[in-house]
């Protein structure tokens, strides 16, 4: 017999949000956790921005956009239940010139399709009510955004997860996934536990895993590496709340931008360059295995060739703090160089498929007793309890 019902290997937010919700469907379900940190949460669910997104901009109809809404109605309710800090402090989408106008009606359009009936359309006026010192003459208003430690939640799930009878083992890093007879069997540096299902939520390492059952994936995660800065402490009266700009068509990220977080700091950024290390954090980072990885899958030249000019002013931006600014006083006039301090950053894991597209969506392959998550970046951190849920579906009939 196996050793468990469920192994999840990955205890970033995704994962373990999974095994909550495996043990409110099946509480006597044995269920395991394995991940190769000391710890949950210590790369993308440990550095991102804490915003609690409302689903304002994915196509009505898909994963995005389900999961963020259902997501962001169990996510708030949980960090109310469980005394997890969190506010619903509205955002700002700014256009700011005539050029954007169209985008922001887009963006106004598909967030009305998506249910949310309360954000509205401001002129410049309206704005400066909401937001003083922010420039634009025309924005979006998004009274649903909030703001939220992400750690603080995986944390949460991980203690109630432990609290409820499954298990977490640390520093135990997937080194094969086998299919035996009656079981999968879970390999790590150190040892292997079998189990009913295996689910792969390895985040930056999710395709590396998938490989080793798929064989045939058309997708590989692209890291990106997000920077950011921090207002100093006398300047963050210049940001009230969120302040976003009108997403660039041209690149599948949101643009830089401004996010007053839970513990009353104000971050700017990030920008979005490639990094040549999975879990590289600085701009010297590399890993000659990753970016081999990279360079040797086919998407990856057909993205570069389409996205290349975007990729060169975000590596400018990179090393030129002084272009990172101008790119912020688009939102807000006032911003100085010597406003803003060194800050952190975060790598974003971006599924590309064989054509060179950015995957704009949620994957989630269900091959039997094999579930792997291939592409959840964000708004997946609103979405998890949600995406959890979708999972533990899956699944749960395979344990019955």
């Not at 064989?215 to 800065?229: A, M, S, V, W």
């Not at 030249?301 to 030129?320: C, D, Q």
Request: proline share 4%; aromatic share 8%.
């Amino acid at each position: 017999m196996p050793d468990y019902d469920v192994i999840i290997a990955g205890a970033g937010i995704i994962g373990l949000a999974t095994g909550l919700k495996v043990l409110e469907r099946n509480p006597k379900a044995m269920l395991l956790i394995i991940e190769k940190e000391s710890g949950p949460a210590r790369h993308q669910s440990g550095h991102n921005s804490g915003v609690i997104h409302s689903g304002v901009y994915y196509k009505p109809g898909s994963l995005k956009a389900e999961n963020c809404i259902r997501g962001y109605e169990q996510l708030t309710r949980f960090c109310k239940r469980e005394n997890v800090k969190y506010e619903i402090s509205g955002k700002v989408i700014v256009a700011s010139n005539e050029s954007e106008l169209d985008r922001l009606d887009k963006i106004y359009e598909r967030g009305k399709a998506n249910g949310l009936n309360k954000i509205r359309k401001i002129r410049s006026d309206e704005l400066k009510e909401i937001e003083p010192h922010a420039g634009g003459i025309e924005a979006i208003h998004v009274p649903y955004t909030g703001i939220v430690d992400f750690k603080a939640v995986t944390v949460k799930f991980a203690e109630l997860i432990q609290n409820n009878g499954g298990e977490i083992k640390y520093n135990e890093k997937i080194t094969n996934v086998l299919r035996r007879n009656a079981s999968i069997e879970a390999v790590t540096q150190n040892r292997s536990f079998t189990s009913k299902v295996f689910i792969n939520c390895c985040g930056l390492y999710s395709d590396e895993v998938a490989l080793l059952t798929e064989k045939n994936l058309d997708t590989r995660i692209i890291p990106f590496r997000g920077e950011y800065y921090k207002l100093k402490p006398e300047k963050r009266h210049l940001v009230k709340n969120l302040i976003y700009p009108v997403p660039d068509p041209a690149f599948p990220f949101l643009g830089v931008h401004f996010t007053r977080q839970i513990n009353g700091e104000v971050e700017a950024g990030p920008n979005a360059v490639l990094s040549f290390k999975k879990e590289g954090y600085t701009k010297t980072s590399f890993s000659l295995s990753d970016t081999f990885n990279t360079i040797t899958w086919g998407g990856f030249y057909k993205i570069a060739s389409k996205y290349y000019k975007t990729g060169v002013g975000e590596f400018y931006r990179s090393f030129s703090k002084t272009a990172f600014v101008k790119a912020l006083q688009n939102l807000v006039p006032e911003i100085q160089y010597d406003d803003l301090t060194e800050g952190g950053a975060g790598v974003r894991a971006q599924a590309i498929d064989k054509r060179g597209n950015p995957v704009d969506d949620f994957i989630i392959h269900d091959n039997g007793a094999i579930v792997n998550v291939l592409n959840a970046p964000s708004p997946a951190a609103t979405s998890s309890l949600a995406i959890g849920e979708t999972i533990s579906n899956l699944i749960i009939n395979k344990l019955n």
